[in-house]
C-alpha cells in the first residue's frame, strides 16, 4: 500500500497553501480534490485584505487595482462613505491564484491527484488507512502518517477524525464580470438589506478590470439566486451592463460560527472553512484561512518530526475563539434584525461620531485573527521515522 506523511483532503486555497508549505519543509504531501481542476467551480469572492497583502508573499500579478474607498448602503439607500489613506482592498484573480499557487505546490514536491475523492479514514495496527476513489490516477487505498482537512465547511474529514464540525453559515453567490466601465476610483459597494440579504450583506467590487457582484445571508430567509438577481437589476449605483461579459459564477457555504474550539487531534486536523477560520461579522475568511494554514504546517511538522501529541497544543480553536468574542456577539445582533427599519436606524447611528468608528473599524480594522506562529524561512523536517499510530476505528465506505 503506497505511503505519504501527510494527505490533504481539498485544494482550494488553505489545501493549497498548507500543501506548499509542508512540501517545501521535506515532506511527502498528496493534495486530492474531487475537481479536475483547480480554477474550477471556486466558491471564495477573492477580496484581500491589506493586512494579508503586507503580510504573505502573494503574486502581484494575480490581483487588481487597490481600493481604497467603501460605501456602506443602508436599506433605504442612504450612504456611508469612508475612505482610507491605504489599499485596503484588492481583489484577486483567482484562478490564476490557485493555479500558480498549485504550479508551486508541485515544484516543491507536492503530488497533485485531482479527480479523486476521498470516501473514508480508517485504521489498522500499521496506522491509518485513506480510501481514494474515482477517475484520477491516485484512486485506491493510501496510509498517511496525518490527515489534513481543507474540505469547507461541510467537512466530511471533521466527521471522521471526531473533530468539531460547523453548525452555523450563510449561503452566499457572486458573478464576476468585465467590460464594466468605472466612473472614478475604484469602489467597495455594500448594501445592508433584509430581503437581498438577509443577515448578511449584498456588495459590488468594481477595481477598474473587474466587477463582483454578490448577495450572502441565511439560507433558510431567501433565494440567493432570485437576490442576486435582483440586485443585478437594481445596483447601488447605475451601470452599464452594454459591454459587460460574465467570465465566472460562484457560490457556497461561509460558516460564520468563529473557529471551531476542537480543530486537532493525533490523526488530523482542520484548516479553513473547515476549520471555521471566518469572521463572524465580517465572513472574511482569506486572512484567517493563510495564517491559520501557516500554523497548521508550522505545527503538522513539528508533531511528524516527534511524535508527541503535546505539539498540538497551540492548535486549538479555544484560544483563537476569544478573538471572536465580539464579533459573535454582533453577529448574532444582526442575525436578529429581521426588519428594514432595525436596520436603517443602526446605520444611521453609523453615520453619527463616535460611532463611525466603528463602521471604519470594520472595514479597515486589522484584527481579523490572531497573530500566530509564522512559518519559519527555510524550515525543513527533521525526519523520524515511527509514525504515529493513528488509532481511530475503521469507518465503512458507502
Not at 450583506?201 to 433565494?223: S, T
Request: aromatic fraction near 6%; charge should be positive.
Amino acid at each position: 500500500m503506497p505511503r505519504c506523511d501527510v494527505l490533504i483532503v481539498g485544494a482550494g486555497l488553505a489545501g493549497l497553501w498548507t500543501a506548499r508549505r509542508l512540501a517545501s519543509a521535506g515532506l511527502d504531501v498528496v493534495l486530492v480534490d474531487s475537481r479536475s481542476r483547480v480554477d474550477g467551480q471556486i466558491r471564495t469572492s477573492g477580496i484581500f485584505v491589506r493586512r494579508t497583502l503586507e503580510d504573505f508573499p502573494l503574486p502581484e500579478d494575480c490581483f487588481g487595482p487597490a481600493v481604497r474607498r467603501v460605501v456602506l448602503y443602508s436599506p433605504g439607500r442612504r450612504t456611508l462613505d469612508l475612505e482610507s489613506p491605504y489599499p485596503e482592498f484588492r481583489v484577486a484573480r483567482m484562478g490564476l491564484l490557485y493555479r500558480r499557487l498549485l504550479e508551486e505546490a508541485r515544484e516543491a514536491g507536492v503530488r497533485w491527484r485531482p479527480r479523486t475523492h476521498c470516501s473514508g479514514l480508517g485504521s489498522d495496527a500499521r496506522g491509518m488507512v485513506a480510501r481514494l476513489s474515482g477517475p484520477g490516477a491516485g484512486a485506491g487505498a493510501l496510509r498517511p502518517r496525518y490527515v489534513i482537512g481543507a474540505d469547507g465547511a461541510r467537512s466530511r474529514v471533521a466527521s471522521w477524525l471526531g473533530l468539531e464540525q460547523n453548525q452555523a453559515w450563510i449561503a452566499g453567490v457572486e458573478e464576476v464580470y468585465t467590460g464594466i466601465p468605472l466612473e472614478g476610483p475604484p469602489v467597495f459597494h455594500c448594501l445592508l438589506s433584509t430581503e437581498l440579504a438577509p443577515g448578511y450583506l449584498a456588495w459590488m467590487v468594481h477595481d477598474g478590470e473587474e466587477v463582483h457582484l454578490g448577495v450572502g445571508g441565511y439560507p433558510d430567509r431567501f433565494d440567493p439566486a432570485r437576490a442576486l438577481a435582483a440586485l443585478r437589476e437594481a445596483p447601488p449605483v447605475p451601470v452599464d451592463w452594454s459591454r459587460a461579459k460574465l467570465v465566472d459564477r460562484r457560490g457556497g457555504l461561509i460558516p460564520v460560527g468563529g473557529v471551531l474550539s476542537r480543530i486537532a487531534s493525533p490523526q488530523g486536523l482542520l484548516i479553513g472553512d473547515a476549520a471555521g477560520a471566518v469572521s463572524p461579522l465580517t465572513a472574511g475568511g482569506l486572512d484567517p484561512c493563510l495564517r491559520l494554514s501557516d500554523l497548521a504546517a508550522r505545527v503538522t511538522t513539528d508533531f511528524l518530526e516527534c511524535g508527541d501529541p503535546g505539539t498540538l497544543a497551540c492548535y486549538d480553536g479555544r484560544v483563537f475563539r476569544r478573538r471572536f468574542a465580539a464579533r459573535l456577539v454582533l453577529r448574532g445582533l444582526l442575525s436578529r434584525m429581521r426588519h428594514p427599519g432595525l436596520l436603517e436606524l443602526a446605520c444611521a447611528a453609523l453615520r453619527v461620531p463616535p460611532l463611525d468608528r466603528v463602521a471604519r473599524a470594520v472595514f479597515f480594522g486589522r484584527g481579523s485573527f490572531p497573530d500566530v506562529p509564522r512559518w519559519p524561512a527555510g524550515r525543513q523536517m527533521r525526519r523520524n521515522t515511527r509514525a504515529p499510530v493513528a488509532m481511530i476505528p475503521p469507518i465503512p465506505v458507502a
